[in-house]
């Protein structure tokens, strides 16, 4: 496809349609939003989220949205939503950190407290002091209440194995570990008897990895963890500067009051519609989601993601009221839950939801400006749920690729889609293959089969950091992202045959991206895979023009479209004893089984006795553990056998050995997750 063809042209919607879109969405407005949610610590079930959810949804009842709501779903850490147990709700009110270099100790007392007491006391300066009132990042997740805790510091070096303790006085002691310290505390607290933790964890690898030293990164202790304690995060400097002191021989006498705490509380989950006018699709939805909870302030990960598409909302409902769009034939709806939990809390307690979504436009992380070092992407969904709508996205990217390029390139564009305070780089977006590790996770997985378009940037040096500020966050990117977003999910609200011969153009380029995509993958593998790669391929572009079937008008709402038959594609796997043994998913329990912070598997494998799968930790070509694991249970549809399986997995990630799929395959049924089809 010649890119000079249609560069002018955008794709899919009338043109007085697009440039309606453009010029309303403001990135200026999305970041004003952004400013005020970055300002709440927004852990899970706390107060900091509340407020957030609260400002959330006064912005959408002053937009004018219909249905505008919190909702509420109990979470006390015994209720399970599906496959998610569901984590309590955590607060902190005091969190701080003393650390005094000893130099001397004297003589002191009597105090006012203690008239009659003369004591030993230890005397120096005071080298660090933290405080989770201006600096909440601080305090790691789920620590708990301690008053007056001291103690020295002790080096622990990772502190995730025993011999990192080896011949430490930790017992009523402070450690100090370079690992997560939700990673040290069974350990550390639990079996070696130390107070607390102080951590210098780093955050995600990426290639500006370590670089800046002062970066505190967010971080929480094992939620369900017997060992109960409370955490400390420091920047890597500071940790490199206790260690030094440490080694010196400097003896660090520490004092800590943490006044925080687990306990029941609820996920709340903000919701608003504008309702579809046509009488037949109303029904159906086209949802957008985000992420409303992470660290403060948390600007791109993932305040940017909601306001973003709370500037979709504003857009289109003032778009429709000002008759500058048709009315919408389907219901479009808008989440802001809390990441992965609060998702899997809607859709399992209010099955409604999952019934009546048909697609959604997810976004997380999609505001980075170049300080961040993010490329953005339009990433496809498993390829366990085929489906167009990915390719629909990818269409409007590509278009603000093309314009966004021009303009950077000549200063002319008809749409070069800048904010007047924002950046004018070129945007760049990728159409990527799957990658996990959102809320559009639980949706497309198998017993939701919702597709979900995901927009979001990667890498991000400042992601889970103090340094992710509202700064970094580019308002043209933010109109963009909106722009991709908007236009993607009016398109399906008011699809309502299949589509056309735009529609079709639009999945013959989003096919010739994956193929390319599948070409350079074929060139890795041995020849004994390229058949079983092309085979798989074949069936999936296939279900992807069949997927526009799902959104042709019917008389009734259903999932299922009578009489339509799937494309069959010539050729089979070989294959013999093990291979030909098929496995359906059960309907229960919904939802993937490792989620946040709760790994449903592991727990039910160790109560069934059953060893940990090999497959959970190979590695692939394209992918490892828990992807194929995620991949391997979705492909279970009482139709694939084991073989079939094991290719379509092969396909995604990377050629596994049959007898993997097979032995996680009948962990799966000892659980209970999955059942022979005989
Ligand atoms: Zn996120």
Known sequence: MAAGTRAQKPPLLPEKDVAALVKELSGETAKRNLEGIARFHRQRGSQGFHAAAELVAERLRAYGLSDVAILQFPADGKIFYGTQRSRPAWDAEVGELDIMEVRRTIRCGPTAENPNVIADCLDGPIILHE??????????????????????????????KESDYTGKD????????????????????????????????????TAWWGEDENQIRWEHLDTFSPNKTWAFMVSFKTGRDLRERLVKGQSLF???????????????????????????????????????????????????????ILEVARTLQKLINDGKLARLARTVRFIFPPEIEGTMALLNAKPEFAKRIKAVVHM??????????????????????????????????????????????????????????????????????????????????????????????????????????????????????????????????TLATSGGVDLSLA????????????????????????????????????????????????????????????????????TGGDGLLIFSRKVEPRGPLTVFGYDYFAEHAKAAGVATPKLLSYEGLWGSGEEYAYEVLNFADGKRNTQEIRDAASAEYGPVPLELVMEYLTALEKIGAVEQVK
Not at 190 to 203: H, L, P, R, T
Request: net charge negative; charged share 20%.
């Open 364 to 493: 997380d992380m999609v505001g980075g400006g170049p300080e961040t070092k993010a490329v953005f992407h339009v990433t496809r969904g498993p390829m366990s749920l085929p489906s167009f709508v990915h390719d629909v996205a990818w269409a409007f990217a590509e278009w603000v690729n093309e314009e966004s390029y021009q303009f950077a390139a000549t200063g002319k564009a008809d749409y070069p889609m800048i904010a007047p305070e924002g950046g004018k780089e070129p945007l760049r977006a990728e159409y990527s293959a799957y990658t996990m590790g959102s809320d559009h996770d639980v949706y497309q997985d198998s017993s939701f089969g919702i597709p979900a378009i995901y927009l979001n940037d990667w890498p991000d040096r400042y992601i889970h950091t103090n340094f992710d500020t509202a700064a970094n966050i580019d308002p043209t990117k933010l109109k963009r992202a909106a722009f991709i977003g908007a236009a993607s999910g009016y398109f399906l609200a």
């Open 507 to 574: 999945v013959i380029q989003g096919r010739s991206e994956r193929v390319m995509a599948m070409e350079r993958r074929v060139r890795q593998l041995p020849t004994s895979e390229t058949e079983a790669l092309r085979r798989v391929l074949a069936q999936y572009d296939g279900k992807v023009s069949w997927s526009l079937n799902q959104f042709r008008p019917r008389p009734n709402s259903s999932l299922q479209v009578p009489g339509e038959v799937q494309p069959s594609v010539s050729g089979q796997s070989k």
């Open 254 to 308: 520490m004092h800590a009051e943490v006044k925080a705490g687990q306990h029941p509380g609820n996920y709340e989950v903000v919701t608003a519609t504008i309702p579809g006018a046509d009488a037949k699709l109303k029904d159906e939805e086209i949802a957008f989601s985000c992420h409303l909870d992470h660290q403060r302030p948390g600007a791109n990960d993932n305040a940017s993601g909601c306001v973003t």
């Open 170 to 205: 930790v017992k009523d002691n402070i450690v100090l570990a370079s690992a997560q310290p939700g990673a040290v505390q069974d350990l550390a607290v639990g079996k070696f008897g130390a107070v607390g933790i102080v951590s210098y964890a780093q955050n995600q690898r």
């Open 131 to 160: 405080n989770y009132e201006a600096e909440p990042v601080v305090l790691a997740e789920d620590s708990e209440t301690r008053r007056d805790a001291v103690g020295l510091l002790v080096d622990i070096g990772e502190g995730t």
